[in-house]
C-alpha cells in the first residue's frame, strides 16, 4: 500500500516504529499504521531492544511509549534523537502528568500523544511529527510552550571570548523563527505567510544548520532566549 505522502513529492511511504511494552497493544497501533498506509519497519518490547532495532533500520518516526523493561522510553528517546538527529520521535503513553510530558520533550521528543487518541488522531500525529510539526493532546502544547520559556529564562553558559559570532538569518528565516517560537505548527506559519509547509521546513532545516541546533527544542530555547515570541 503506497503512503498518502506520494502528493507532495515523497517516493515511499513513511517508515514507523512502534515500542510498546504490552503485545496486544502493540500490535494494534502497528495494524492501524500499516492499515492507513505506513511502512511499519520493526516493533520492539522493551528499551534495549527498541535502541538496537531502531538503529538497524533507521524509522522515520518512532512511536514510543514511556513506560518500557529494561531501559525507560525517555533514554531510549535521549539515545536515538542524539545519535540520529532526523529521527521523529512521537510519545503515546497513558500517563497525562506534566512531569512525564516535559521530560518527553527534553530528551528530544517531536510530539506527546495520549492513548486515548483515536486511530485517526494517532495517523495525523505521525504524519505532523514526521515532517517536524510538534503534535500534542489538547492542553498540553500549552505547558511545553511556558516550559521553553522557563529554560530559556535561565541563564546561557558564559561564552569564551574567542568564540564566534552568531551566524546571519535571512529575514525570512527569522520572520519563520519568530513564528516557531509563538508555538505555531508548520502548516499555521506556511498559512501565515502565504508560503507552502516544504518551504518552511526548508527554513527551518536552514536556520538548525546555520545555528549548529539539533531539533526544534532547541530552536525554540535560542528564540525565546533573544525575545523573538514575545516580537
Not at 11 to 33: F, I, K, N, T
Not at 141 to 158: D, K, T
Not at 181 to 207: C, D, F, P
Amino acid at each position: 500500500m503506497s503512503g498518502d505522502g506520494e502528493g507532495e513529492g515523497r517516493q515511499s511511504p513513511l517508515r514507523v516504529m512502534v515500542v510498546d511494552d504490552h503485545p496486544m497493544w502493540r500490535d494494534a497501533v502497528a495494524r492501524d499504521l500499516a492499515e492507513s498506509g505506513f511502512d511499519v519497519v520493526a516493533t520492539a518490547g522493551d528499551g534495549e531492544q527498541a535502541v538496537r532495532r531502531a538503529r538497524a533500520v533507521t524509522p522515520d518516526v518512532l512511536v514510543l511509549d514511556l513506560n518500557l523493561p529494561a531501559k525507560p522510553g525517555v533514554q531510549v528517546c535521549k539515545e536515538l534523537v542524539g545519535s540520529h538527529p532526523a529521527l521523529r520521535v512521537l510519545v503515546l503513553s497513558a500517563s497525562g502528568e506534566h512531569a512525564d510530558v516535559l521530560e518527553a520533550v527534553k530528551s528530544g521528543a517531536t510530539g506527546y500523544l495520549l492513548k486515548s487518541a483515536s486511530t485517526e488522531e494517532l495517523v495525523d500525529a505521525v504524519r505532523r511529527t514526521a515532517v517536524g510539526d510538534p503534535v500534542f493532546t489538547p492542553g498540553l502544547a500549552g505547558l511545553v510552550l511556558g516550559e521553553y520559556r522557563r529554560l530559556a529564562s535561565e541563564p546561557a553558559p558564559a561564552a569564551g571570548a574567542d568564540e564566534p559570532r552568531a551566524p546571519e538569518l535571512t529575514d525570512r528565516e527569522t520572520e519563520v523563527l519568530r513564528l516557531v517560537a509563538k508555538g505555531l505548527s508548520y502548516k499555521q506559519i506556511a498559512e501565515r505567510l502565504v508560503i507552502s509547509h516544504r518551504t518552511v521546513q526548508n527554513h527551518v532545516q536552514n536556520t538548525l544548520g546555520k545555528l549548529q541546533l539539533h531539533n526544534r527544542v532547541e530552536l525554540v530555547r535560542y528564540a525565546i532566549q533573544r525575545g523573538l515570541d514575545d516580537e
